[in-house]
């Protein structure tokens, strides 16, 4: 994984492929104390014990082995949040869900770059519309809210896969970035 957003992007998609249908992102970057954070919560399968303290073996994997052997996303989260002076932790149930937060130092020289958030947001939100995505995004002392039951009911859609609905959206999330990096923040659906 290039960047950051790569990350969050791959442990969602874990997300989803756990059957979840509420992921909660929250995303907190401060750059006065240098650090960069990420949490994605579900309530999927979710695993048993011994899944978790085998589940950062790149050669584990969840999915069906006619389709892919390798599970690398954790495996590579863990190692270049470790190599920033970070941390990843999991917490996983059966039939409750799934808890992954990674820590990276930004100062680090083998921190990687943060990379294109509100395209990861968009991406993610576009792909899996159906689901409750509700994203926290903080930069310092200023956030945004992003929470899909919310935008729909404010919108009166019940998808946001379309064409109008990402061009709405790639604004929107654009917007949402600028600001709270920018002018102060903004908040949607609280």
């Known amino acids: ?66 389709i892919r052997h390798v599970g690398l996303g954790l495996s590579l989260l863990k190692a270049n949040a470790e190599r920033s002076g970070g941390y990843v932790e999991l917490v996983s149930h059966p039939n409750k869900g799934t808890r992954v937060k990674a820590l990276f130092k930004m100062d680090s020289i083998d921190c ?35 929470d899909t039951c919310k935008i729909k009911k404010t919108l009166g859609v019940q998808k946001l896969s379309s064409v109008k609905m990402y061009s709405i959206l790639k604004e929107y999330i654009e917007r949402l970035e600028s600001n709270v990096k920018h002018n102060g923040g903004e908040e949607h659906g609280g």
Not at 130 to 144: F, N, S, V
């Open 112 to 146: 990687p770059p943060v990379g294109a958030l509100g395209g990861a947001f968009l991406s993610l939100i576009i792909c899996d519309s159906a689901l409750h995505w509700r994203i926290i995004r903080k930069y310092a002392e200023k956030k945004y809210i992003l």
């Open 1 to 66: 994984m290039r960047d950051i957003s790569q990350h969050i992007m791959d442990i969602a998609q874990n997300s989803v492929k756990a059957r979840a249908n509420e992921i909660e992102i929250l995303v907190n970057e401060s750059p006065k104390e240098k650090y960069f954070e990420f949490e994605i919560r579900d309530n999927g399968m979710g695993m048993d014990e011994k899944m978790c303290k085998r589940v950062f073996d790149p050669f584990v994997t969840t999915r069906d082995k006619k």
